[in-house]
């Protein structure tokens, strides 16, 4: 595996220097800025894209919080460790619902508009897996409610560069020194004491997935090559219902619209699934009636019946079908596609990982709260409430600290230059194969020629002079790839067709180190 990817050398780049440096703008990398200035430092948040664009703000279901008068941690932690399979780091989740709780009031108390009744009760829905109606909302645009709020909090206290992506992390004798960011034309040198990754998840590495424009997992890959131990990678969530049109992305319908009364059916109106089962279980019983020749709608009468207004009660979903003309059927198409990742960087609750000096937080990092399956809304819960421990602990790590000097200079193997169009292609065929081969159902035999697909691209692509983000990608896939083939059982989302049984000497998690080396361990 090539330390660096890019050419540079740090002495002719500009430079900006700053105490922190956070990558990513969704609700994790905003929840960390908002108590960093709290606590009186002032990071600089890069971003690809302007907040909006970002998966946190496509949520739609909800936060999930143990609020309701009949409700509490313990029952939410208890329906937490179950969805996980045995795999959930336990005190991680302890943290995650009762810290999580408070940082919910903040949202609160920040302004956060969350749906109430007429006696101005916050309003709570059930999402699969949930013991009880836990999940605040604001109708379907929950994420667009919090990001926003966190958004203005921020913006005119903290600098912004949009449109720039991270290429390289910088090490010192193995500490975090910086990074290289580039928007397409210009290179910058960014030097500070911390960097938090909060970049996202790795879902659009398939190619069904629920995501936003762009997000895509290839820090995941430039943390690797930086020393960042990656976990969990073979856990990657199918939501059952994304809309099913040929041709089209797949548009997320939210669980909650289940929660609220729609169930599954297939074309000849038979029910064939507990509709408010976990997710993996919901996305293979799909699967598998496609797999047969069969189709699978949401029916949606059940809600009409009752009274809820699908126009009102979930306005993204009704804009959604307004535009494939589908507004006014009971029927609606939909199959399962990738949409949360569940492993990532390696991090603890404040956000620390195996590299001095790098934090990472949000659905980039794995702390272990799902284990081997997310319960709904709870990766909303963890971007707040890890965010906001992460600031506590990049407050100590900076104060300890000096930025460093650095002098590095890279030169990529590569001559050739890869055109817009190639690249694409290799995009796309990563993506299918990554689909095809390595999502929702898996086998040696299935895994095994993945890997020499995409150890043979690697290969390829080692002749141009650009390839750092189709390498990043590369690195990524491979350690999915790796970990699903290490793991001889069936465990929440990853399901092996040769191995359909959990296996008690694998409650572990997998763990790769630096230039893949891939070992199951106890956390
Ligand atoms: C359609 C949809 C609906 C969902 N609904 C819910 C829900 O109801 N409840 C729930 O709890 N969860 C939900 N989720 C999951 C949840 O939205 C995400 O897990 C969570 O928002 C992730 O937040 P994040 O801040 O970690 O990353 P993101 O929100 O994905 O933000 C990543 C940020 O990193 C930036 N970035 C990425 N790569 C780079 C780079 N190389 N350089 C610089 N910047 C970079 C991006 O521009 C972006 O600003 C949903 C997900 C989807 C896709």
New binding site residues.
């Given amino acids: 595996m090539k330390r660096y990817l890019t050419d540079f050398d740090t002495r002719n780049l500009p430079v900006i220097t700053v105490d922190t440096v956070i990558?990513?703008?969704?609700?994790?990398?905003l929840s960390t800025a908002a108590q960093l200035i709290n606590l009186g430092i002032k990071p600089l948040i890069?971003?690809?894209?302007q907040?909006s664009?970002?998966?946190?703000f496509?949520?739609?279901?909800?936060?999930a919080a143990a609020i309701g008068k009949d409700d509490d941690p313990q029952s939410h932690y208890r329906d937490t460790l179950r969805a996980g399979r045995g795999l959930c780091i336990e005190k991680n989740v302890r943290i995650l619902v009762e810290e999580g709780l408070e940082r919910v009031i903040d949202l609160i108390r920040y302004g956060v508009p969350f749906d109430r009744d007429e006696q101005g009760r916050v309003l709570l829905t059930k999402e699969g897996g949930h013991s009880t109606r836990r999940v605040l909302h604001v109708k379907d645009k929950?994420?667009t409610a919090i990001g926003s709020v966190l958004y203005s909090k921020v913006k005119d206290k903290t600098d912004f560069l949009t449109n720039?992506?991270?290429e390289e992390i910088l090490t010192v004798d193995g500490e975090y020194a910086g990074i290289i960011i580039s928007d397409g034309t210009q290179k910058i040198l960014i030097k500070s004491k911390s960097l938090v990754i909060?970049?996202?998840?790795y879902s659009p590495i398939y190619l069904r997935n629920?995501?936003?424009y762009k997000?895509?997992g290839?820090?995941i890959g430039a943390a690797f090559r930086a020393g960042c131990i990656l976990e969990d990678l073979e856990f990657v969530q199918f939501h059952p219902t994304a809309l099913y049109i040929e041709g089209q992305p797949a548009y997320?319908i939210?669980e909650a619209i289940r929660g609220e009364g729609a169930v599954l059916i297939d074309e000849k109106g038979n029910r064939f699934v507990d509709e408010m089962k976990p997710r993996d279980e919901v996305a293979r019983a799909i699967f598998k009636k496609y797999s047969s020749g069969h189709k699978v709608f949401l029916d949606l009468r059940p809600l009409k019946e009752k009274g809820i207004s699908i126009k009102d009660r979930f306005p993204t979903v009704y804009s959604l079908l307004e535009k494939f003309n589908l507004a006014d059927k009971d029927l609606i198409p939909v199959s399962p596609a990738a949409?949360?990742s569940i492993g990532g960087i390696k991090a603890t609750a404040n956000g620390k990982t195996s590299v001095e000096g790098i934090f990472s937080v949000?659905?980039?990092s794995c702390t272990g709260i799902h284990g081997a399956n997310r319960l709904a809304?709870?990766?909303?819960?963890e971007?707040v409430t890890f965010g906001y421990k992460t600031a506590y602990s990049v407050y100590t790590y900076n104060m300890y600290k000096q930025i460093k000097e650095i002098k590095i200079r890279s030169e990529s193997a590569g001559k050739d230059i890869l055109n817009r169009e190639k690249r694409r292609e290799y995009l796309i065929k990563l993506k299918k194969t990554m689909w095809d081969l390595v999502g929702l159902e898996r086998t040696e035999e299935s895994l095994h020629k993945a890997l020499s697909i995409v150890e043979q691209m690697e290969g390829e692509l080692l002749r141009y002079k650009n390839n750092r983000y189709l390498i990043d990608l590369l690195y990524l896939s491979k350690g999915i790839i790796l970990s699903a083939k290490n793991r001889k059982e069936s465990r929440g989302t990853h399901y092996r067709t040769d191995y359909p049984e959990e296996r008690e000497d694998y409650k572990k998690h997998t763990k790769i180190y630096n230039d893949f080396k891939i070992k199951l361990e106890v956390d």
């Fill in positions: 990558a990513g703008a969704g609700i994790a990398g890069i971003t690809k894209k907040p664009v970002s998966n946190s496509l949520a739609q279901g909800g936060i929950t994420g720039f992506y991270l909060a970049t996202g998840g629920t995501s936003a997000i895509s290839d820090t997320l939210t949409h949360y949000g659905e980039s809304s709870n990766s909303l819960l971007c």
